[in-house]
């Protein structure tokens, strides 16, 4: 049974930094794809990042090139998203993702099966 647990969020001002991080059980992402998404309230969740493999391949969402950065810790079995810069516009319930049966690894949510619970992400102007 895949389980992701997230946790980092918080309440900073614009131009702050945050570390949101996500323990992974039951998935093999070795050779899988993991991704963090957001969900602000009244709007569609949209892909941040994803990781294939261990890092060797990363995607992001244009609105965070530059500014966020996902990596993994497979000897903690922990996804991390780096997010420096922050901008009110950041301000959502972040979610990690583990890729379903048959999915792509790219930032679309739609190929992503499994879910965390979230943590909620607060930017300040």
């Known amino acids: 049974q895949v389980q992701l647990v997230e946790s980092g969020g918080g309440s900073v001002q614009a131009g702050g930094s945050l570390k949101l991080s996500c323990v992974v059980s039951?998935?093999?992402?070795?050779?899988?794809?993991m991704g963090w998404f957001r969900q602000a309230p009244g709007q569609e969740r949209e892909g941040v990042a994803a990781?294939?493999?261990?890092?060797?391949?990363?995607y992001y969402a244009d609105p965070v090139k530059g500014r966020f950065t996902i990596s993994q810790d497979n000897a903690k079995n922990t996804l991390y998203l780096q997010m420096n810069s922050l901008k009110p516009e950041d301000t959502a319930m972040y979610y990690c993702?583990?890729?379903?049966?048959?999915?792509?690894?790219?930032?679309?949510?739609?190929?992503?099966?499994?879910w965390g619970q979230g943590t909620q992400v607060t930017v300040s102007s």
């Open positions: 039951g998935y093999s992402y070795r050779t899988g794809c």
């Open positions: 990781i294939y493999a261990l890092g060797s391949r990363t």
């Open positions: 993702a583990a890729v379903r049966a048959g999915g792509f690894c790219n930032t679309n949510p739609a190929n992503f099966g499994y």
